[in-house]
């Protein structure tokens, strides 16, 4: 149980572009969702934190007209990348916590989407 | 801004031995978390311990926590190769937000 999908896996894209980053909660609904960054060798970074049916909550220094995060629904999250740049490229992580105060503690992760930005 | 801090950031070890992680944050929580990664996937949840407890363990995984000294360990015993890995501590101040720390790498050997 407690499964988190992310399509797709990766995506490379001319610099300029949108790239739209699903993450989904395949067996359980989420009523929080969270987007992460993760640079090679590096921790990650929480960029923003996602509320079913409310606007996300970004973290200092993450751009929200840049990153859009759309929470539409307990089991979809979807993170959108616009005007993309080489600086973008970077592994995109989410995460969701199972709903009901005693299980948000754990949260699980996507297995990742790789983006490259040509 | 990162909590956790992992020490140490590499650790090659043979197959058959122990490996020791150690995780130090600077501010209260109220749980501190384990999570492993495989080079380019997503991460696992290990274990997670409150900042109640003392020591957990879940099969091989032992996790300590000493909240006087801010610091955790996580102990792995009779390593085999398939637990080589990126292991992150991250810590939870309040419900839901996760702050993780830079990561140890673990290369188990055969």
């Known amino acids: 149980g407690a499964v988190v999908s992310q399509h797709p896996s990766w995506v490379i894209c001319k610099s300029g572009t949108s790239v739209k980053i699903e993450c989904r909660s395949l067996?359980?609904?989420?009523?929080?969702m969270f987007w992460y960054r993760q640079f090679p060798k590096q921790s990650l970074m929480l960029m923003a934190t996602s509320n079913e049916g409310s606007k996300a909550t970004y973290e200092q220094g993450v751009e929200k007209d840049k990153f859009l995060i759309n929470h539409a629904s307990l089991t979809l999250s979807t993170l959108t990348v616009t005007s993309a740049h080489p600086e973008d490229s970077s592994f995109y992580i989410c995460?969701?916590?199972?709903?009901?105060?005693?299980?948000?503690?754990?949260?699980?992760f996507g297995p990742g989407t790789r983006l490259l930005v040509l | 801004s990162q909590q956790g801090e992992e020490d140490p950031q590499a650790l090659s070890i043979q197959e058959g031995e122990n490996a020791t992680m150690n995780c130090s944050y600077k501010?209260?929580?109220?749980?501190l978390q384990w999570y492993r990664q495989n080079s380019g996937r997503g991460l696992v949840h290990l274990i997670l311990i409150r900042s109640n407890e003392r020591e957990k363990h879940s099969g091989r995984l032992r996790v300590t926590l000493d909240t006087s000294k801010k610091s955790s360990s996580l102990l792995i015993t009779a390593s085999r190769a398939a637990d080589t890995a990126s292991y992150f501590c991250?810590?939870?101040?309040?419900?839901?937000?996760?702050?993780f720390g830079k990561g140890t790498m673990l290369l188990v050997s055969p």
């Open positions: 501010t209260s929580i109220n749980n």
């Open positions: 991250a810590t939870a101040s309040g419900y839901s937000t996760l702050t």
């Open positions: 995460s969701a916590s199972i709903s009901g105060l005693e299980y948000q503690e754990t949260q699980y």
């Open positions: 067996d359980f609904q989420a009523t929080t």
